[in-house]
C-alpha cells in the first residue's frame, strides 16, 4: 500500500473519520490544536458534525450527549484540557456510554509547558474523576499506531460500552510519519439498543443516567461495571518485549520514550549489554502477569523505569508488577524535556553495575 | 551547483503546505549559503508549530556563522504569535543574505503580510515547498490551491518551487522522482520554475536524469532517536 507522510494529530482526526466518528467536540490547546482543526474541515465534509466547544467542559459533555444518542462521538485535548474533561468522563462511565478520548499529553502540573509530558499517567489510569470507573487506555509509539489504535479505539469503546482514551505525548501528535492506511480487524459489536434515540414503537423509554438513588442499586450497579472491567483486563491488555529473552537489564517504557529506548538497546547491545525493553501498550489494563513473569526469569537482574516524568508514575505499576523480585532504577524528565538514548545507556549500565 | 546558483535572490522565503519540510530546506539553504562565504541571516517566523522549528537548530545555525532571529528568545519554547523586531534587520540590511522559515500554509504565511510593503521593494523570492506524500498537496490543483493561498495573504508572488518529496526514514530516490513529476505539473500550470529537488546524499547520483539541480541536505531536524 502506498505510504502516505502525516503529521501525528491530522492523522488521528483522519483515522476517526475513518473509523465512522459522527460527531466531534473540542477545544483549541497546544500540542493537539491540528485535532479540531483538521476535523472541522474535513468531518463536516463526511457528514459528521464539528463543534468548537466553548470550553474542555462542555465538549466532553456534549460527547455524553451524542454518544447516549448512540453516535460515535470523540473528543482531544491536551493534560490541562484534559483535567477540566474528568468530570464529564466519569458521568460517561458511569452510564455506560461508548466514546474516544485522546490526550496528547504536555508538560505539568497546571498549564507547564506546551512540550511533550507523561505526566497524566495517574490521571488516565487512576482516573481524574470521582467513583468506582476505568478507562482503557492505549498508549501507542509511532504514528502508525496512533492512528490503529484510533481506528480500533471506537469498536473496543462500542465492545465495551466504556470511555477509551488513547494517550500520545505531544511529540508523536506533532512529528510527521510514513503511514499507511490498512483496515483493522473487525469486533463483532453489539446492537446500540440502549441508545437514547426516541421511544418511538419501543415498550420502555432508554435512559441515560449515573444516578443511582438507592444504595443497592448503585452497589449492583458498581459490581457490574467491575465485572466488565475484569472483562477488559482479560481481553485487552497489550504490550511488547524487544530483545527480553536473554536481558539482564529490562527497560520499561512507553509512548516516546520507549522509541528512544529502541535506539538505546542498540547502543547497548552493540557493546554486548544484555538489555531488554518491555513496553506496555495498554496502560489500564496494565500487563501485570507479564511483567511480573519476566521479573520472575533468572536472567533478568534488574530493571530501569523510564518516563517523561519526574519521579516515575507508571513505576508505582511496575513495582506492583514485579514485586520486590528485582530491584528497579528510575530515569526521568518532566516539563517536556525527553530522556535522551546516552542517559539511557548510561543509567542502563549503572543499573546493571550494582547488580553485578 | 551552489546553493547561491539555485537560490539566486538576496531574500529567500521559504513557505509551503505544512509538514512539507520547509524548515529543513531553510536551514540546509541557510548553512549551504553560510559555506560559500556569503553572509546569512535566518529567521524563524513560524507562528504555527510548536515543535520542529528552526530555532531548536540555533547552536548549530549559530556556530556556522548564521545570525538566528526568532520570537522573543525567551518564549523559543512558547506557542506566542509574535514577531521579532529584528526582523526588519535582514529585510533592511542589504549586505546580508536572508533566509525566512514561515509557517505552515496561508495561516502561517499571514505574518508575511505586514512585511509586505517592505519585502515587495527588496529582491525575494517566495518560495514553495512541495511534498508529494502530503496527503493535502498530492495533486497539482492541490497543490496549487495552497500556493495561491500563500500568495494572496502574503500580497507576495511565488517565484520558485523546491520539491521536498520523502518519506523521512523510508525515503527513496522514486520517492523524490515522484515528486519531480509534481512538481513539474505544478510548474508548466503556473509557469512558475522549479528551483530544485532536496535529496540525501546517498541519493543525488541516482537523480542525475532530472531536469533541474539536485540540492544535497543533511537532516538537521532529528527526532529525540535518531
Same mark, same amino acid.
Given at each position: ?307 517523561? *516524568? ?47 | ?61 549559530? *556556530? ?122 505544478? *510548474? ?39
Amino acid at each position: 500500500m502506498e505510504k502516505e507522510l502525516w503529521k501525528g494529530n491530522e492523522a488521528i482526526a483522519e483515522a476517526a473519520i475513518r473509523a465512522g466518528c459522527d460527531c466531534f467536540f473540542g477545544y483549541p490547546i497546544t500540542p493537539q490544536s491540528e485535532v479540531p482543526e483538521y476535523m472541522s474541515v474535513h468531518l463536516p465534509q463526511h457528514g459528521g458534525v464539528f463543534v468548537q466547544s466553548e470550553s474542555e467542559v462542555a465538549a466532553i459533555n456534549m460527547v455524553y450527549g451524542a454518544a447516549g444518542s448512540g453516535m460515535r462521538a470523540m473528543t482531544s485535548s491536551s493534560s490541562p484540557g484534559i483535567s477540566l474533561k474528568q468530570e464529564g468522563i466519569s458521568y460517561i462511565a458511569g452510564a455506560e456510554l461508548p466514546c474516544v478520548i485522546v490526550n496528547c499529553m504536555r508538560g505539568g502540573p497546571g498549564l507547564g509547558t506546551i512540550q511533550p509530558g507523561q505526566g497524566d499517567y495517574y490521571q488516565a489510569t487512576r482516573g481524574g474523576g470521582n467513583g468506582d470507573y476505568r478507562t482503557l487506555v492505549l498508549a501507542p509509539s509511532n504514528v502508525q499506531e496512533t492512528v490503529d489504535f484510533v481506528q480500533e479505539a471506537f469498536d473496543i469503546a462500542d465492545q465495551y460500552r466504556n470511555p477509551v482514551m488513547i494517550v500520545c505525548d505531544g511529540l508523536i501528535g506533532q512529528m510527521m510519519e510514513p503511514i499507511e492506511w490498512h483496515p483493522i480487524p473487525k469486533r463483532k459489536l453489539p446492537p446500540k439498543d440502549w441508545a437514547a434515540t426516541g421511544r418511538k414503537s419501543r415498550e420502555h423509554n432508554n435512559i441515560i443516567n449515573s444516578l443511582y438513588m438507592a444504595p443497592e442499586d448503585c452497589d449492583r450497579h458498581n459490581h457490574h461495571l467491575a465485572e466488565k472491567y475484569a472483562a477488559m483486563a482479560k481481553n485487552e491488555t497489550r504490550w511488547q518485549e524487544h530483545q527480553c529473552q536473554d536481558a539482564e537489564i529490562v527497560i520499561t517504557a512507553y509512548g516516546t520514550p520507549a522509541r528512544i529506548a529502541l535506539t538505546a538497546l542498540e547502543a547497548l547491545r552493540a557493546e554486548g549489554v544484555k538489555v531488554g525493553l518491555f513496553r506496555p501498550v495498554t496502560l489500564w489494563p496494565f500487563p501485570e502477569r507479564a511483567l511480573h513473569n519476566l521479573a520472575a526469569a533468572s536472567h533478568v537482574k534488574a530493571f530501569l523505569d523510564v518516563e517523561m *516524568s519526574s519521579s516515575g508514575q507508571m513505576l508505582d505499576d511496575v513495582r506492583l508488577a514485579v514485586e520486590g523480585q528485582k530491584p528497579i532504577h528510575y530515569l526521568g524528565h518532566a516539563g517536556g524535556v525527553m530522556p535522551t538514548v546516552e542517559e539511557m545507556v548510561d543509567a542502563a549500565k549503572a543499573a546493571l553495575k550494582e547488580v553485578k | 551547483m551552489t546553493a547561491g546558483d539555485i537560490c539566486t535572490h538576496r531574500l529567500s522565503i521559504v513557505t509551503g503546505h505544512y509538514g512539507t519540510g520547509k524548515t529543513e530546506f531553510a536551514v540546509n539553504l541557510a548553512l549551504a549559503l553560510a559555506q560559500e562565504g556569503k553572509p546569512v541571516m535566518m529567521a524563524d517566523l513560524d507562528i504555527v508549530n510548536p515543535y520542529f522549528r528552526s530555532r531548536e537548530r540555533r547552536q548549530m545555525l549559530e *556556530s556556522a556563522g548564521i545570525e538566528l532571529i526568532s520570537s522573543s528568545q525567551a518564549c523559543s519554547d512558547a506557542d506566542v504569535p509574535a514577531l521579532p523586531a529584528e526582523l526588519l534587520a535582514i529585510l533592511e540590511n542589504r549586505k546580508v543574505r536572508g533566509v525566512l522559515d514561515i509557517g505552515g500554509d496561508p495561516v502561517g504565511a499571514r505574518v508575511l503580510a505586514r512585511f509586505q510593503p517592505k519585502i515587495a521593494g527588496e529582491d525575494y523570492q517566495l518560495i514553495y515547498v512541495l511534498n508529494a506524500n502530503r496527503p493535502e498537496v498530492k495533486t497539482a490543483d492541490a497543490a496549487i490551491r495552497y500556493l495561491r493561498g500563500i500568495e494572496a495573504v502574503t500580497g507576495l508572488t511565488c517565484g520558485g518551487i523546491v520539491n521536498n518529496t520523502h518519506l523521512c526514514g523510508e525515503t527513496t530516490a522514486e520517492e523524490i522522482r515522484k515528486g519531480a513529476a509534481l512538481a513539474g505539473a505544478v *510548474s508548466s500550470q503556473t509557469g512558475i520554475p522549479v528551483l530544485c529537488h532536496m535529496a540525501e546524499a546517498q541519493f543525488t547520483n541516482q537523480l542525475s536524469d532530472l531536469r533541474e539541480p539536485v540540492f544535497p541536505i543533511t537532516i538537521r531536524m532529528k527526532k529525540p532517536w535518531e
